[in-house]
C-alpha cells in the first residue's frame, strides 16, 4: 500500500515562510495528480494546490502568488512552499495522492497525516 508522511508544519510568524514536504512509499503508483488541502478548526477540509502529471498547476485564489507547489518525481515527494503566511492560513495540511496501482489498475486516493501549521499574531 502507498503511504504517505507528511513533514514540515510548526509555528511561524506573520509575513514568514515554511516548506511542506510529503513523501510517498509503498507500492508502485502511476500518479495522476498530488495536492495539499488543508482544514481550520469549524471549517471544511479545502483545496490548496494541486500539480498534475504533465507538470501544470492550481491554486485556491487565497493562496495564489505566495504558495507555490513542486514535486521531486525521484524521490516521489511534494513540497508546498508558503510564503508571506498570514494567520488565516492557521490550519492541518494534508497531503494527497491521487492515481492507479499499477499492479492491480484500482485507482486510489491516500491521504497524508495531516501537519499542523501555526500562523501568529
Known amino acids: 500500500q502507498v503511504q504517505l508522511v507528511e513533514s514540515g508544519g510548526g509555528l511561524v510568524q506573520p509575513g514568514g515562510s515554511l516548506r511542506l514536504s510529503c513523501a510517498a512509499s509503498?507500492?508502485?503508483?502511476?500518479?495522476?495528480?498530488m495536492g495539499w488541502y488543508r482544514q481550520a478548526p469549524g471549517s471544511q477540509r479545502e483545496l490548496v494546490a494541486r500539480i498534475f502529471s504533465g507538470g501544470s498547476t492550481n491554486y485556491a485564489d487565497s493562496v495564489k502568488g505566495r504558495f507555490t507547489i513542486s514535486r521531486d518525481d525521484a524521490k516521489n515527494t511534494v513540497y508546498l512552499q508558503m510564503n508571506s503566511l498570514n494567520p488565516e492560513d492557521t490550519a492541518v495540511y494534508y497531503c494527497?495522492?491521487?492515481?492507479?496501482?499499477?499492479?492491480?489498475?484500482?485507482?486510489?486516493?491516500?491521504w497524508g497525516q495531516g501537519t499542523l501549521v501555526t500562523v501568529s499574531s
Open positions: 509503498g507500492s508502485f503508483f502511476r500518479v495522476n495528480f
Open positions: 494527497l495522492v491521487d492515481g492507479t496501482e499499477i499492479l492491480t489498475r484500482r485507482y486510489r486516493e491516500v
